[in-house]
Nanobody, 123 residues
Framework: QVQLVESGGGSVQPGGSLRLSCAASGTTHSGYCMGWFRQAPGKEREGVAR????????YIHDSVKGRFTITQDTAKKTVYLQMSSLKPEDTAMYYCAARMWSCSISPDDYNYWGPGTQVTVSS
């Protein structure tokens, strides 16, 4: 079992920045893919970024490319989502998720989820 806890959400003005953290605990090892997803009210959950822990290879979705980056601290078992130049359309609940052995773009392929952290971008 893997437990995930997100933190770092909040309210920010357009153009601002936030850094989300996802701390993993439980039965973890480097063969996991860690993903960030978001879901706005009335919309489907969508992928934002993902990173394969063992190799550090990462992928940023087109909707946030150039503004968001995903990094990790393997010693702390923590994955970060640095968000810059935030826009009102980035407002959503942000979730961290994990799946074993390979990354996937689909949230349905992830087995473990955190409770989420709210990000609100508004003037």
């Amino acid at each position: 079992q893997v437990q995930l806890v997100e933190s770092g959400g909040g309210s920010v003005q357009p153009g601002g920045s936030l850094r989300l953290s996802c701390a993993a605990s439980g039965t973890t090892h480097s063969g996991y893919c860690m993903g960030w997803f978001r879901q706005a009210p009335g919309k489907e959950r969508e992928g934002v970024a993902r990173i394969y822990v063992r190799s550090g290879m990462s992928y940023i979705h087109d909707s946030v490319k150039g503004r968001f980056t995903i990094t990790q601290d393997t010693a702390k078992k923590t994955v970060y989502l640095q968000m810059s130049s935030l826009k009102p359309e980035d407002t959503a609940m942000y979730y961290c998720a994990a799946r074993m052995w390979s990354c996937s773009i689909s949230p349905d392929d992830y087995n473990y989820w955190g409770p989420g952290t709210q990000v609100t971008v508004s003037s």
